[in-house]
């Protein structure tokens, strides 16, 4: 038997997330081409006809169709080697493996682990689907409202001001690149909600791969990686978690995400299983007991809001 590990490195993802935002800042920027072209017709005849908006907008179709298709590859292979990856950090932390490699070979391929990671990349595509369909609706209402206030408008005012490259780029960025508004109002264009998403599936699914196998092998604690804080997430770093709510008497991760006090969107904390809260180093479990009473007292707060 291996000894167990509580302090495993960080998983790191930004290689992944690195890639699906480029995956759609291109596609924005074949979008802004496609507008732009229309932007030059329109210089041409002083007005953009029917017949060119309609072809604009099925070459838009066609084009985030195929934002659609790529991020969906790319969606389903890196959700399960993130989920697979947690499953061997949970094979390491308890001492059952002595190496990555080994520890991913002995990961449970179970029903429950299969179904798990069917249900995280359906919910990722999910997300990245419905930004990328609202930055389509938004981009066709734009390109309608411009021919329609092109032919409200009589050719002696010269509609061809309306048309540059420029005006339309700077009309895409504020009314067509928007993938979701938020609960405050805030507009997301769709590289950074990209971003976002994918940095926080990807971390909820290797999350999701610990707590699984931990299941599979009747391990339930687990603490809290720590990495300076400065947000809510501070009070509980360090701090023992029930990671499927078998303990009683420890907070549960579910708790925590629903709190959003911790685990939100594009939070990076992790949860290490461990066996037993004796089996961690004198001074982390100092931490964990003198920071468990005001993390509970928080989280209680946070249940009642």
């Known amino acids: ?12 993802y ?18 802004l081409s496609i507008l732009e072209t229309m932007a030059t017709q329109g210089v041409a005849d002083k007005t953009i006809s029917k017949a060119q908006m309609n072809s604009v907008l099925n070459q838009l179709s066609i ?13 389903k292979a890196e959700i399960e080697k993130a989920f697979v990856e947690g ?6 932390s308890i001492g059952e493996a002595k190496t990555m490699e080994e520890a ?8 429950l682990s299969t179904s798990s990671i069917d249900a995280m990349v359906a919910d990722t595509f999910e997300d990245l689907l419905y930004a990328n369909n609202k930055m389509k609706r938004e981009s066709v209402k734009m390109v309608r409202s411009i021919v329609s206030e092109q032919l409200k408008t009589s050719s002696a005012m010269g509609q061809g001001r309306n048309f540059t490259k420029k005006a339309i780029r700077k009309r895409f960025n504020e009314e ?14 769709l590289d950074r909600y990209a971003e976002m998403v994918t940095r926080t599936k990807m971390h909820q699914a290797h999350t999701e791969g610990v707590r699984v196998e931990a299941l599979e092998r009747n391990v339930d604690l687990g603490i809290i990686s720590s990495h300076g804080a400065t947000d809510s997430c501070r009070h509980y770093e360090g701090q023992v978690i029930s990671m499927n709510g078998t303990t009683p008497g420890f907070a549960t991760y579910d708790e925590l995400k629903r709190s959003n006090l911790i685990f939100h969107p594009n939070c990076k904390h992790r949860v290490t299983p461990i066996r037993d809260v004796s089996l961690l180093p004198a001074s982390v479990r100092m931490k964990f007991e003198e920071g468990q009473k005001n993390a509970d007292k928080l989280l209680k707060t946070a249940m009642k809001e």
């Open 14 to 31: 930004e290689k992944d997330v690195n890639t699906t935002v480029r995956i759609y800042r291109n596609a924005i920027t074949e979008v």
């Open 104 to 111: 991913i070979a002995m990961a449970s391929m179970s029903e």
């Open 1 to 12: 038997m291996a000894k167990a590990r509580w302090d495993l490195p960080a998983p790191n």
């Open 63 to 75: 084009k985030l169709a195929e934002v659609d298709a790529e991020s969906e590859v790319f969606v």
């Open 176 to 189: 067509g690149n928007i993938a979701i508004v938020d609960k405050v109002g805030r507009k997301w264009k």
């Open 87 to 92: 499953q061997a950090d949970t094979v390491l």
